[in-house]
């Protein structure tokens, strides 16, 4: 979809940051032909549950859709935050969100899988990442948990605090991938969040 022939109307419906200092804010959200927003109940429990987790760390939002999660952790103290959207209209929406919420925003228009390992190589800090793929297996995306399980590998080379994962709650995860151990699961009707942390 090319969204400079769809401009953003800003009266469309918003989400917003619930808690800590960017409390309040506005965002507007892409429309669900592009994206799934993330439910407020999953969003409140794992901020809930992380909140002091994110003092002075990175952290990054696979699917960031709105970008709401990237929005709400740097407003409970993460030091910058990353959001990975490849459809160009809910791109669009995204970069203009970060625009205006805060510089520590950041917006990259690519698949999430492609760009991690660039963006990677540019942080030494301790980061969260946080994956919400889409639920419906359509067209391009068959694979897309395995993908998900794959690139999780991948992070056992790097400095990986928490990789945390929402997803349709008839997946299933090992108990181990790479160096993640699963420590915690919870599920919200056909949501589930999975937690992993790397062994020591």
């Not at 970008?67 to 409970?76: C, D, I, K, P």
């Not at 993640?180 to 919200?188: E, I, R």
Request: aromatic content about 14%; overall charge positive.
């Amino acid at each position: 979809m090319n969204f400079v022939n769809k401009p953003i109307n800003l009266n469309k419906i918003f989400t917003q940051i619930n808690s800590g200092k960017l409390k309040g804010k506005k965002l507007l959200i892409p429309p669900k032909s592009t994206t799934r927003s993330t439910k407020s109940l999953v969003k409140g429990s794992f901020f809930d549950t992380f909140r002091f987790e994110f003092a002075n760390k990175i952290f990054i939002e696979m699917f960031a859709g709105s970008g709401v999660m990237a929005a709400e952790a740097l407003s409970n103290g993460a030091k910058k935050c990353y959001g990975f959207e490849k459809d160009s209209y809910a791109f669009s929406i995204l970069k203009l969100n970060f625009k205006n919420i805060d510089e520590n925003l950041v917006a990259i228009n690519k698949n999430c899988f492609k760009g991690i390992n660039l963006l990677l190589e540019d942080i030494n800090d301790e980061f969260i990442i946080y994956f919400d793929p889409p639920f419906d297996i359509r067209d391009g995306y068959d694979d897309i948990y395995k993908k998900v399980c794959e690139t999780i590998k991948k992070l056992s080379n790097y400095n990986a605090f928490l990789v945390a994962i929402e997803h349709n709650s008839d997946v299933k995860f090992d108990e181990t991938i790479g160096k993640f151990k699963l420590f915690k699961s919870k599920k919200f009707g056909k949501t589930s969040m999975t937690y992993f942390k790397k062994e020591i």
